[in-house]
């Protein structure tokens, strides 16, 4: 089976930049989505396409890629942007990451 | 606006059933595949079933093939999963999620709010 490997958690001061990996086999072959998870709520697409936000989703969220290792980038980090983080690809179905755990403080 | 609205969830025996229904409304139903998604107490997402437009191609999670069945009807606007032989692995919030096949990767765009299935004795 096809995994999609995050670090368990991250933390990162208000204001700075927060970065999240995502790694997997022949990841740049395919196409990288990052979901926002607060507590209590559902999750919630910040970036398709590796790289693309949907209307509504701040400018501070931007996605990259590169080899098999995709990145969310959290710019101007802000205390309501804990929350915890899944990518996901698609390998003959919806697939996700463990998720990360982000921190402000 | 793009609703996702679950319900049918509940507590339940080993061994027992349940039938999860989403109601979707603000889009063209028919137009995208469905999916259920679920997330045990604290931890993360993970991928249950998915339907195609005409509900004539279903796929599973191997953890639940055999146990559970996606439908859809269009004419409702509705996607349904029936549970069967509920186990206590199966708790979770179960969320009917939009998967949009149309963009590269298929990202599920819209969620529902989520519903619970507990299994216990």
């Known amino acids: 089976s096809y995994d999609l490997n995050q670090p368990p958690s991250v933390s990162v001061s208000p204001g700075q930049t927060a970065t999240i990996t995502c790694s997997g086999d022949?990841?740049?072959?395919?196409?990288v989505s990052w979901y926002q998870q607060k507590p209590g709520q559902s999750p919630f697409l910040v970036i398709y396409q590796d790289n693309r936000r949907p209307s509504g989703v701040p400018e501070r969220f931007s996605g990259s890629i590169s080899g098999n290792t995709a990145t969310l980038t959290i710019s101007g980090t802000q205390v309501t942007d804990e929350a915890a983080y899944y990518c996901?690809?698609?390998?003959?179905?919806?697939?996700f990451g463990g998720g990360t755990k982000l921190t402000v403080l | 606006q793009v609703q996702l609205v679950e319900s049918g969830g509940g507590l339940v025996k080993p061994g027992g059933s349940l039938r999860l229904s989403c109601a979707a409304s603000g889009f063209t139903f028919s137009d995208y595949y469905m999916t259920w998604i679920r997330q045990a107490p604290g931890k993360g997402l993970e991928w249950v079933s998915y339907?195609?437009?005409?509900?004539?191609?279903?796929d599973y999670a191997a953890s639940v093939k055999g146990r559970f069945t996606i439908s859809r009807d269009n004419a409702k606007n509705s996607l349904y999963l029936q549970i069967n032989s509920l186990r206590a692995e199966d708790t979770a919030i179960y969320y009917c999620?939009?998967?949009?096949?149309?963009?590269?990767?298929?990202?599920?765009?819209?969620w529902g709010q989520g519903t619970l299935v507990a299994v216990s004795s």
């Open positions: 996901q690809a698609w390998d003959s179905h919806v697939l």
């Open positions: 022949k990841l740049g072959n395919k196409y």
């Open positions: 339907i195609s437009l005409s509900g004539n191609y279903t």
């Open positions: 999620g939009r998967e949009n096949i149309g963009v590269t990767g298929r990202p599920v765009d819209y």
